[in-house]
């Protein structure tokens, strides 16, 4: 129960991360709001299978080989629409890192933004005790 806290914790602290990011800066550094999105689902997602009480891995590698509904005998499938939302947010994530410019990556980071809503929907429809308030976007948060 300790570890899954931890990481529910975790998520909570990487949203809360993206939000401050969001008020002080709603038109730059896009790479780490898409980045502290994808944590927030990376930490989610371990805080299910502790819930489960299943070992899915420590690296987005192994997370991704034993959650992956269309890959033999993975250890926790989670939905294929879940599934998608998470790896998108991974790829993204990976992309942003990588640096691509400011204004590629307001476009991934506002898709990033739905598809955490959206992952966010499956794991606490998985027992999760997690909010469900949208993230804003930059325009909500100048608008605020």
Not at 31 to 39: E, G, M, Q
Not at 53 to 69: F, R, S, V
Request: proline share 6%.
């Amino acid at each position: 129960m300790e570890a899954m806290n931890n990481h529910l914790n975790q998520a909570i602290r990487n949203e809360e991360l993206h939000a401050v990011l969001l008020a002080n800066e709603p038109n730059r550094f896009f790479d780490w709001k898409i980045v502290a999105l994808f944590y927030a689902a990376f930490n989610y997602l371990k805080a299910l299978s502790f819930k489960k009480n299943l070992n899915i891995g420590e690296t987005q590698t192994e997370m991704a080989n034993n959650c992956n509904p269309d890959i033999p005998k993975p250890i926790m499938p989670i939905s294929r629409e879940a599934w998608q939302q998470y790896n998108d947010l991974m790829n993204f994530s990976k992309e942003a890192r990588n640096n691509e410019t400011n204004e590629e990556m307001r476009k991934d980071y506002e898709s990033c933004l739905f598809l955490l809503d959206g992952f966010k929907t499956y794991i606490r429809s998985q027992g999760l005790p997690i909010l469900l308030a949208p993230v804003k976007t930059p325009e909500q948060a100048t608008t605020a």
